[in-house]
T-cell receptor, first 111, second 115 residues
Framework: EDQVTQSPEALRLQEGESSSLNCSYT??????LFWYRQDPGKGPEFLFT???AGEEKEKERLKATLTKKESFLHITAPKPEDSATYLC????????????FGSGTRLSIRP | DARVTQTPRHKVTEMGQEVTMRCQPI?????VFWYRQTMMQGLELLAY????????DSGMPKDRFSAEMPDATLATLKIQPSEPRDSAVYFC?????????????FGPGTRLTVT
């Protein structure tokens, strides 16, 4: 069964303190892995798509990486406005359009 | 600025009443998804459509939930009769259906409270 597990559930950092969020997945043939950001009271906002192991993508203070078993979202020198829940999702080759979401990591950045 | 829109944004109703939620996907997107989000379960896929045809609705309670796409610019999710356990935020998302894979873009959600 396809599965996505994110850790930690919650992470509190000081402004400027870099860290990483983890997304472990098991899927029968990965078509793509997605990272989303969700602010309170809003829908998830698309950040990145990763297709194959070794791939990396960057956007401002965020960098996403992918291996055959997991993905990391690295946050460098975060600011309070980076506080949000970060969701990971995978799409399997066998699943047509369906994607499966992890439960998310709640990130809080203190000024 | 293309966005997915959803109405209503908030709905409070009594148990047993019918609830209808509407979604307008991004123009040109041919795939539409309905999700439910709760603190306990996270994001759950309820149903999705491609070119207005339902592809998978296995995530929906069949006896009370129904999803349709009357036309390419409107998707609806109905609950009849509603129950307190249906209280959640319901999101609609759309995707282009092209590329391998392709991203989904989410609407702002409908917060449903059933008393």
């Amino acid at each position: 069964e396809d599965q996505v597990t994110q850790s930690p559930e919650a992470l509190r950092l000081q402004e400027g303190e870099s860290s990483s969020l983890n997304c472990s997945y098991t899927v029968s043939g990965l078509r793509g892995l997605f990272w989303y950001r969700q602010d309170p009271g809003k829908g998830p906002e698309f950040l990145f798509t990763l297709y194959s192991a070794g791939e990396e993508k960057e956007k401002e203070r965020l960098k996403a990486t992918l291996t055959k078993k997991e993905s990391f979202l690295h946050i460098t020198a975060p600011k309070p406005e980076d506080s949000a829940t970060y969701l990971c999702a995978v799409q399997a080759r066998s699943s047509a359009s369906k994607i499966i979401f992890g439960s998310g990591t709640r990130l809080s950045i203190r000024p | 600025d293309a966005r997915v829109t959803q109405t209503p944004r908030h709905k409070v109703t009594e148990m047993g009443q019918e609830v209808t939620m509407r979604c307008q996907p991004i123009l040109g997107h041919n795939t539409v998804f309905w999700y439910r989000q709760t603190m306990m379960q996270g994001l759950e896929l309820l149903a999705y459509f491609r070119n207005r045809a339902p592809l998978d609705d296995s995530g929906m309670p069949k006896d009370r939930f129904s999803a349709e796409m009357p036309d390419a610019t409107l998707a609806t999710l109905k609950i009849q009769p509603s129950e307190p356990r249906d209280s959640a935020v319901y999101f609609c998302a759309s995707g282009s259906g092209t590329g391998d894979p392709y991203e989904q873009y989410f609407g702002p959600g409908t917060r449903l409270t059933v008393t």
